[in-house]
């Protein structure tokens, strides 16, 4: 299962569905509204994910993940990737809410960039990519922690109890376009790590 991010479609996601189709894997892209309640999101994911599987998620997909997958423990699950997901907060979208037009932009989402602690308690594995090129709309918005991907510091996708973090230098956006990434995430489903 992927689950793209904030503002992106689930169109966004067939690159990266067809990098796990050549990995062996049968990939389903979540489709989902980013501005709505992260409660509505997380019930329909909860819907979706009925059958066994894996899951990866990009920004707030990661987000999303982390949170239904921890709420609902019952829910069946092999493994789970979270690439470039600001599960701790995110200082550009911070900032972004502190003017009209970002907090339109980002709807009912707005809460979840701010600073919490993220926590994987369940049995299974989950790993954490990161880009550390600072290429991203965030960016504009000022300066962020470093290292960054432009939109995501790296110290923001950090989870107490995730098995393995790995980085890459890309910016936010190219995390989900790169051949690389996905051969990180498929090795990680497949054995539970990244080596």
């Keep these: 299962m992927l689950v793209p991010g904030l503002w992106m479609p689930a169109a966004a996601m067939l690159l990266m569905a067809r990098f796990f189709r050549r990995a062996g894997y049968a990939p389903r892209v979540f489709r ?3 501005r709505d309640p992260l409660e509505a999101n997380i019930e329909q994911l909860r819907a979706f994910c009925r059958r066994p599987g894996h899951a990866v998620g990009h920004s707030l997909g990661g987000v999303l993940v982390l949170e239904t997958f ?3 423990r019952e829910l069946p699950l092999g493994a789970a990737v979270l690439i470039g997901a600001p599960v701790g907060g995110c200082e550009a979208g911070r900032r972004l809410g502190g003017a009209r037009i ?4 980002m709807g009912a989402s707005r809460p979840l960039w701010e600073t919490r602690a993220a926590a994987w308690a ?3 594995p989950l790993g954490v990519i990161a880009g550390t090129r600072a ?3 965030g960016r504009l918005l000022g300066r962020l922690p470093r290292p960054n991907d432009g939109v995501v510091a790296l110290s923001e996708t950090s989870v107490r109890g995730m098995r393995e973090q790995a980085t890459v ?3 936010h956006s190219e995390l989900i376009f790169s051949r690389a990434v996905a051969d990180l995430a498929a090795r990680f489903l497949g054995h539970g790590c990244f080596r």
């Design 70 to 72: 921890s709420r609902h």
């Design 169 to 171: 230098p890309l910016g």
């Design 135 to 137: 290429l991203g709309l």
């Design 32 to 34: 989902y509204r980013g």
């Design 122 to 124: 369940r049995p299974e």
């Design 102 to 105: 970002g907090r339109w932009m």
